[in-house]
């Protein structure tokens, strides 16, 4: 039978949750990612760079600012050792600066998406999914991207019967 994966980039530390700025253990992608692995049986993959960005909010803001201005790919810790038992991509990740943070471009520049199917869920603060689906499409020639589902970050404990619908 076939398997999916949940893969996804998500950062604790310093965050801004209802509106203020709050040290959080575990990111809010992360807490989204580990709800569709309970739901789905996936398997799950956190995409982490070696360099992480900082602790410090606007630290951090400023870093992946200048990573997407400079189209980086910041190197990752590891990979899936392969896709190939994956028809089913669940994709997730913080919306930066209106689309994802560079190292999941890097992620997907490492793989043959072709034929794969991608379902892409994103937490946010305001801008939704803003252009992340179509970098998606950009990135992953011959991927089928499917409609994503945007997720306030502070909702995120709220939203089980949303993201079953959404699977
Ligand atoms: C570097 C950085 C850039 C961000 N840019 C945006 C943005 O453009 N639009 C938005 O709605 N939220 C933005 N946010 C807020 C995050 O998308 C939001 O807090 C998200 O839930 C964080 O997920 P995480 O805890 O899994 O890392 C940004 C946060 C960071 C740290």
Redo the contacts with the bound molecule.
Sequence with gaps: MSKSLVAFY??ADE??FKGTLKM?DV????VVAKMIKELTNSDIFKIEQVNPYSKD?NE??EQ?RADQRENKRPTLKEYPKSLDDYDVIYLGY?????TMPMAVFTFLGHFDFDKKIIKPFC?????GM?NSERDIKNVCSGAVVKKGIAIR?SSVFNVKEDIKKWI
């Design positions: 998500s950062r965050n801004y959080l990111g809010n992608t992360e909010y951090c803001i992946a913080p919306n930066y600066w209106g937490t946010h603060e305001g801008s803003g970050g």
